[in-house]
């Protein structure tokens, strides 16, 4: 079975500052790994996925993450937050080999940005 | 394009109420999920279709949870004799072609059973 956990449950960060949110994942096989983002009254937006190709996955909004298979690690980074990343961060596995529809959410991070 | 839809965005429901779900995936997309958000945690997996088949309905956590997609494009999520443990927020996903296709979510619908 697979799991992920979101180790801080709220970040806080000024505008302009990096963010940093951290996601460690424990999976039986070789995972997917993903971060989605919510914001208020929307749905949840795909930020990333990594599926098997590069450890380091660039994705939209100038946010990035690093598998790191030896740290079982996903952590998603941006180098300068802007308002309007202030939402809720989800952190996302799945199995490639079985049942690999089957998407297991962490429990999230809120981040708040500072003006 | 169109995103994923679903309908109502807000229902309140009394307890032991029937109430539907409705969700309208992005044309075309072969798979459709449905997820449970409680207040606070991350969402939870449901069921999956494939078209018309549901291949998978692990998640639904009692008798009382059914889902339908009859035609393999519109899918309602029925429960029955609703509960307050019920409350949450329930998440419409489709993909293109196989299950592993990135999932796009609809705005979810916000149950409170009283």
């Known amino acids: 079975a697979q799991s992920v956990t979101q180790l801080d449950s709220h970040v806080s960060v000024s505008e302009g500052t990096p963010v940093l949110l951290r996601c460690n994942y424990s999976s039986s096989y070789s995972p997917s790994l993903f971060w989605y983002v919510q914001h208020p009254n929307k749905g949840l937006q795909l930020l990333l996925k990594y599926t098997s190709a590069a450890t380091l996955v660039k994705g939209i909004n100038g946010f990035e993450a690093e598998f790191k298979k030896s740290e079982t690690s996903f952590h998603l980074t941006k180098p300068s937050a802007h308002m309007s990343d202030a939402a809720e961060y989800f952190c996302?596995?799945?199995?490639?080999?079985?049942?690999?529809?089957?998407?297991?959410f962490g429990a999230g991070t809120t981040v708040t940005v500072r003006a | 394009g169109a995103g994923v839809s679903q309908s109502p965005r807000y229902k309140v429901a009394k307890r032991g109420q029937d109430v539907a779900l409705r969700c309208d995936p992005i044309?075309?997309?072969?798979?459709l999920f449905w997820y449970q958000q409680a207040l606070g945690q991350g969402p939870e997996f449901l069921t999956y279709?494939?078209?018309?088949?549901?291949?998978?309905k692990s998640g639904l956590p009692s008798d009382r949870f059914f889902a339908e997609r009859p035609e393999g494009s519109v899918s309602t999520l029925k429960i029955q004799r609703t509960q307050q443990e019920d409350s949450a927020v329930y998440l419409c996903a489709s993909s293109l072609n196989r299950g592993t296709d990135t999932q796009y979510f609809g705005p979810g619908t916000r149950l409170t059973v009283l």
């Open positions: 996302v596995v799945s199995d490639r080999v079985s049942n690999d529809y089957k998407l297991s």
């Open positions: 279709f494939q078209n018309e088949a549901q291949l998978d």
């Open positions: 044309s075309g997309h072969v798979s």
